[in-house]
């Protein structure tokens, strides 16, 4: 009888776990159904306060320290991503009226990793000086991605902030995917200082090619021969780069380089040469290219083949002809290329 008293014993012990795994997940879901309210009408009442003239809304909309500071700094930025011109003028004017500067300054010292964040980005609507001090001690945050939108904002708010201080940061480039943003703002606001960093020695690969990535980014015209001279660069990354960005400032004097390119040993280089050639429209180049429906390399030819779908009637006339003869590689790329122009 024993073993029966331990059975019931056990199967009691396992209704009440469940009894109790029960009544933990209902208030667990009341308790999030209950933050979800509060969350909505939060920003109910931020809408109010910002969307309605201050004399309207003066009764019915409490000030943005009454409200949940991770939905204040949200609302606030979805709504001014949403405006431009004199109404996001006038709804920044109503937040710092209502107070918003402030309360974002606390979330972005106390809130959680999302607050911070957010925060931060709201932040660089409100150039002040307790705004940038604020931003400032954000940069040393525990979370690279609050220390991110912090950078972005400071260099919004036009801060003091230099393109070597920028680097300095990125160090061996461990960072750079997540500065990479930040970097094109800097370079976007400060080119002749971007250019001499680039011809500077010694910097890492990976930030080389995101300073040229972000002078053709932001078509730095000033920027096209120090890009050109690097298209010699023993780095073949380097290179690469280089001839990416020269498709993208589509400058008279990329044509030349570009033709060399197209012929050169290393596969990275013919790849990218063949995309700028498509970009800039080269018809003159539809032999060469034609050359790399052939190439050894699976994505040359098929960049090749897209470089010359992209030419008009004498790039498809040199596919049509590739794609009736020539070697098996050559047919299929240029097949490949008039059915997916086809399709579109």
């Known amino acids: 009888m024993a073993w029966l008293a331990l059975l019931w014993a056990y199967a009691l012990s396992l209704v009440a776990v469940s009894i109790t795994s029960m ?16 969350r909505l ?85 409100f150039p002040e000086a307790e705004t940038l001090r604020a931003l400032r001690r954000a940069e040393q945050d525990m979370d690279a991605r609050v220390q991110v939108a912090a950078l972005k904002s400071m260099v919004e708010l036009g801060a003091p902030f230099s393109i070597d201080d920028l680097l300095a940061r990125i ?32 910097l890492p690969t990976p930030v ?26 023993e780095n073949i990354e380097v290179r690469a780069a280089a001839i990416q960005a020269l498709g993208v400032l589509a400058h008279s004097t990329c044509a030349s380089i570009i033709a060399k390119a197209l012929s050169d040993q290393d596969w990275r280089i013919r790849l990218k040469a063949a995309e700028a050639a498509g970009r800039l429209g080269l018809v003159e ?25 992209a030419l008009g009637e004498k790039g ?14 050559a047919r299929r790329a240029a097949a490949l290329a008039l059915l997916e122009r086809a399709a579109a």
């Open 316 to 329: 498809i006339a040199a596919l049509r002809a590739a794609a009736s003869g020539g070697q098996d590689s």
């Open 208 to 233: 080389r090619i995101a300073l040229i990535d972000s002078l053709a980014a932001t078509h730095v015209s000033g920027s096209v021969d120090t890009i050109a001279a690097l298209t010699d660069d």
């Open 41 to 125: 009408m939060h920003r109910q009442a931020l809408i109010v306060a910002l969307l309605a003239p201050i004399a309207e809304s003066s009764g019915r909309a409490a000030p943005l320290a009454a409200l949940d500071g991770e939905t204040a700094a949200e609302t606030l930025l979805e709504i001014l991503t949403l405006v431009r011109g004199v109404e996001r003028e006038r709804i920044i004017e109503t937040a710092r009226d209502r107070g918003a500067p402030p309360v974002l300054r606390r979330q972005l010292a106390k809130g959680g990793v999302r607050t911070r964040i957010l925060a931060a980005e709201a932040l660089g609507f």
């Open 23 to 38: 009544t933990a997940l209902v208030l667990r879901r009341l308790l999030r159904e209950r933050a979800d309210a509060r």
């Open 171 to 202: 160090g061996a480039g461990s960072r750079l995917s997540s500065l990479v943003s930040v970097l094109r703002m800097a370079v976007a606001s400060q080119p002749t200082e971007a250019i001499g960093a680039l011809s500077r020695p010694g």
């Open 285 to 309: 180049f539809s032999e060469p290219l034609c050359a790399l429906l052939s190439d050894e390399i699976w994505w040359v030819r098929f960049r090749a083949s897209e470089a010359l779908a």
